[in-house]
């Protein structure tokens, strides 16, 4: 994408590490951790995070809102332009959350609301969010909690080298997917979404889920939609082979050499590729409605 000079947001953090496995304000937050990554990655990514605490020295209790808190939170070292600029790979990434404040904004102005935009947080390997611990394990995520989004700094090099993923346009489509989850709790989606997974089954939940990290999806093709002036020759494909490579099917079948379903969280390859593609062809987060309808 070509944002030469572009702003970078204000709206970003860097925090210092060492924030572990402490729940700080009591055991609400660890168990909003729990609920946040069975949602986004199923029974599976609970696993791994239990057993990443017991090798760490957690307390695994803080997930389930008992025991006692762990290492003292992470703390805050920059912020604004001076997180932006701490290292060079953070740049482009405070552009892309620049663009969407100006991008949602408009489309959410043109519908007679406000965009209060989230505020993107850097962390080395451990932080701390107001849903609990920030692992580099869990990937990139969104904390209606505190409405920041949490990226790993190193997330786009296992992006590309990892999951084959490379490219600026790569990037840029991992931020808006997050912030199009701000669209969802700004709205109220997030909300109705947890709602209705509260009284359904596993199978019923994790498919009420793919349907709202689809309309994620969709959200960050209308924005790519939005800047279609910045886009490049071949920015496209790389958001296509980044919502293939992050597909359900694709990472169970990678990881466990066999694909169940019913335990999907995001979706296909297949569907989230299509869900991009909608969004942006559409350019309007009218063409997403569709993934949560009936909520």
């Keep these: 994408m070509r944002f030469g000079g572009r702003r970078t947001s204000d709206n970003v953090e860097s925090q210092s590490g060492g924030g572990g496995f402490g729940f700080g304000g009591g055991g609400g937050g660890g168990a909003m ?16 995070l239990l057993i990443a605490m017991f090798v760490l020295g957690g307390n695994p209790l803080g997930l389930m809102g008992g025991g006692e808190s ?48 989230p505020t993107l947080v850097f ?18 995520f969104y904390c209606p909690a505190d409405r920041r989004i949490y990226l790993d ?25 997050e912030v199009g989850h701000h669209v969802q709790t700004l709205d109220g989606t997030e909300e109705r979404v947890r709602r209705a997974q509260s009284g359904a089954s596993e199978a019923q939940s994790n498919a009420i889920q793919v349907g709202m990290e689809l309309q994620a999806d969709c959200y960050a093709g209308v924005w ?13 494909e790389e958001g296509m082979r980044a919502a293939a490579a992050i597909g359900d099917d694709t990472l169970q079948r990678a990881t466990q050499g066999v694909v169940v379903p019913e335990s999907f ?10 869900a991009l593609m909608r969004g942006y062809r559409g350019g309007n987060p009218q063409a997403c409605a569709a993934y949560t309808q009936g909520i």
Excluded: K
Aim: a negative charge.
């Design 33 to 48: 951790l729990f609920g946040l990554v069975f949602s986004r990655f199923g029974i599976g990514g609970v696993v791994v």
């Design 70 to 117: 762990g290492a003292p939170s992470a703390g805050v070292e920059a912020r604004g332009g001076t997180a932006c600029s701490a290292d060079p790979a953070r740049r482009f990434p405070c552009q892309v959350l620049a663009s969407t404040e100006d991008r949602w904004a408009e489309l959410l102005r043109a519908q007679g609301s406000d965009y209060p935009p």
């Design 123 to 140: 962390y080395p390997g451990n932080g701390q969010s107001g849903c609990g611990a920030a692992q580099s394990a869990m990937g990139p």
């Design 153 to 177: 700094t190193s997330f786009f090099d296992e992006l590309s080298r990892r999951y084959g993923a490379p490219g600026d346009f790569a990037q840029a489509y991992v931020v808006a997917h």
């Design 224 to 236: 790519a939609s939005r800047e279609a002036s910045a886009m490049e020759p071949g920015d496209l």
């Design 265 to 274: 969280t995001h979706g296909t390859s297949a569907q989230r590729q299509e």
